[in-house]
C-alpha cells in the first residue's frame, strides 16, 4: 500500500517467510476494511454539516466523561507509583519481578475503580473543563 508515494508495506525478501508476506497482506486488508469503513461512518455523518444531532450531543457527552476518568485514574496511578518508590522493600517473601508485577497490576485495577467512583474529583472538573470548550 502507497500513501502519498511512501511505501507502507515491507517489500518482501528471502529473510521474510511466506507466512509472514501472507501476514502482512492480510492486515493490510484488515486495515483497508477498518478505513473504510471509518470514512464512511465519518462521510455519513451529521458532524459533516456541522450542525450536532441529539445523539451525537450524548454519544459526545459519554465520550468526555469516560476520557475524564481514565485521565484521573491514570493520574491516580502514578500518584500510587511514586508513593510505594517511598516503601522500603520487604524480601521477606523474596525480591523478585513478579511481586512488582503484581502490584503495578492491582494499583491500576485500584485506581480505574477509585476513578469510577468519585476518585478525588478531578474527572468533574476535567469535564466541566472539556465539555465548556467543545460549546
Given at each position: 500500500?502507497?500513501?502519498e508515494g511512501t511505501l507502507l508495506i515491507p517489500q518482501m525478501n528471502s529473510t521474510n517467510s511466506a507466512s509472514a508476506g501472507a501476514q502482512v497482506i492480510n492486515d493490510e486488508a484488515i486495515f483497508?476494511?477498518?478505513l473504510q469503513n471509518a470514512t464512511r461512518r465519518l462521510n455519513g455523518s451529521s458532524k459533516k454539516t456541522g450542525i450536532m444531532t441529539a445523539e451525537d450531543l450524548a454519544q459526545r457527552d459519554k465520550e468526555l466523561k469516560d476520557a475524564s476518568v481514565q485521565m484521573e485514574a491514570l493520574l491516580l496511578k502514578m500518584l500510587y507509583g511514586e508513593m510505594w518508590k517511598t516503601v522500603p522493600k520487604d524480601t521477606f517473601f523474596g525480591d523478585d519481578n513478579?511481586?512488582?508485577?503484581?502490584?503495578?497490576?492491582?494499583?491500576?485495577e485500584?485506581?480505574?475503580?477509585?476513578?469510577?467512583d468519585g476518585g478525588?474529583?478531578?474527572a468533574d472538573f476535567i469535564y466541566k473543563q472539556?465539555?465548556?470548550t467543545q460549546k
Open positions: 500500500m502507497q500513501v483497508q476494511s477498518e513478579a511481586m512488582d508485577i503484581y502490584r503495578d497490576m492491582y494499583h491500576d485500584l485506581t480505574k475503580q477509585m476513578a469510577m478525588i474529583g478531578l472539556l465539555s465548556q
